[in-house]
C-alpha cells in the first residue's frame, strides 16, 4: 500500500425514511469503501437523532463519524461518491489533527 497521508474526519447523516437495515447497509457500505483506500481508525455511531432543521421533510437522521487516514486524493473521491449515494442527507470531511 502506498503512503499514507493526513488523518480525516467524515460525519455522514443518513435517511431514516426507508428503515434501519437500508442505513446499516449504507454505514457497512462506506466502512467498506474506507478500507479499501486506506486505514479505517473509528467508526463513531451516534445513532438517530432530531436534525436541527427539516431536511428533505425529514426531521430526524442517523449520524455516523468515520476517522480515517488515507492518500491525499481519496477524501474527495469519498465525498463524490457521497454526494450521488441514495439515502445520505448531509456529510463533512474535513482533515483530523
Do not use: C, H
Not at 479505517?40 to 455516523?64: C, F, H, Q, S
Amino acid at each position: 500500500m502506498a503512503k499514507l497521508g493526513e488523518k480525516y474526519e467524515a460525519m455522514v447523516v443518513f435517511s431514516v425514511k426507508n428503515g434501519e437495515e437500508q442505513v446499516q447497509t449504507l454505514v457497512t457500505k462506506f466502512t467498506d469503501l474506507i478500507k479499501a483506500n486506506g486505514e479505517l481508525i473509528n467508526v463513531d455511531d451516534w445513532g438517530k437523532r432530531k436534525l436541527a432543521y427539516p431536511i428533505n421533510y425529514e426531521n430526524d437522521g442517523y449520524y455516523v463519524v468515520y476517522t480515517f487516514s488515507s492518500k491525499t486524493d481519496f477524501p474527495a473521491e469519498f465525498e463524490r461518491i457521497i454526494n450521488i449515494t441514495d439515502g445520505v442527507l448531509r456529510s463533512l470531511v474535513l482533515i483530523s489533527r
